[in-house]
């Protein structure tokens, strides 16, 4: 079992719905990233979370520590939100372990 | 933009040679981590540089060897190539010596084994 798993793995939607991605992690952890990752390779941090919520722009992100989950929200989705979604916790001084990824397509 | 580049962003090697790839942070980052990512897998930890000392490695064998220089930028060398090498090769820079911080990564550089 990885010790960062995601869900869905892929998700497709329609444009102007709600998205929801999950996270759930059995280790113990200071900080759990959101992460978007556009063909081609490149990686954008888009939240680094140790408690609570954030919120930047039509995203939001939560986590609950106790329960080791976090859900990546996205409001009012857009087809140019299409991109692989990325869970990573900080395990450790050295390392990010990162979840598989959720592949999200938004269509028009 | 992150300001984190690498180079080069494509590359075929054949099977037993020796790649060079090539990382340059932001200016004052000095802790640089590299990741190899297998196509439809998350990224995996390969090892972390701090002030030009790796310290921190993750479950790869010695032929994966780096090097971080005082102008924040970084090398991850691979010697004996497989084919089971071909990947995306991500770096990430960061100010500060713990994993706290945000991490801005590079585009990645595609590596494949022939």
């Known amino acids: 079992k990885n010790e960062v798993e995601q869900s869905p793995q892929n998700l497709t939607a329609q444009e102007g719905e709600f998205i929801t991605i999950n996270c759930s992690y059995s280790?113990?952890?200071?900080?759990l990233h959101w992460l978007q990752q556009h063909p081609g390779g490149g990686i954008v941090s888009l939240f680094m979370?140790?408690?609570g919520k954030k919120k930047h722009g039509r995203l939001i992100a939560t986590i609950n520590i106790q329960e080791k989950h976090s859900s990546l929200h996205i409001t009012a989705s857009h087809p140019r939100d299409s991109a692989v979604y990325i869970c990573?916790?900080?395990?450790?001084?050295?390392?990010?372990?990162f979840g598989q990824g959720t592949r999200l397509t938004i269509n028009p | 933009e992150t300001g984190v580049t690498q180079s080069p962003t494509h590359l075929i090697k054949t099977r037993g040679q020796q790649v060079t790839l090539r990382c340059s942070s932001q200016?004052?980052?000095?802790?640089v981590s590299w990741y190899q990512q297998a196509l439809g897998q998350g990224p995996q930890f390969i090892f972390q540089?701090?002030?030009?000392?790796?310290?921190g490695r993750g479950n790869f064998p010695p032929r994966f060897s780096g090097l971080q220089f005082p102008n924040y930028s970084s090398e991850l060398n691979v010697n004996a190539l497989e084919l089971d090498d071909s990947a995306l090769y991500l770096c990430?820079?960061?100010?500060?010596?713990?994993?706290?911080?945000?991490?801005?990564f590079g585009q990645g550089t595609r590596l494949t084994v022939v």
């Open positions: 990430a820079s960061r100010g500060g010596g713990t994993m706290n911080t945000e991490a801005f």
């Open positions: 280790v113990g952890i200071s900080a």
């Open positions: 979370l140790s408690s």
């Open positions: 990573a916790v900080n395990q450790g001084a050295q390392k990010l372990v």
């Open positions: 200016s004052g980052h000095n802790t």
């Open positions: 540089y701090y002030r030009e000392e790796e310290n």
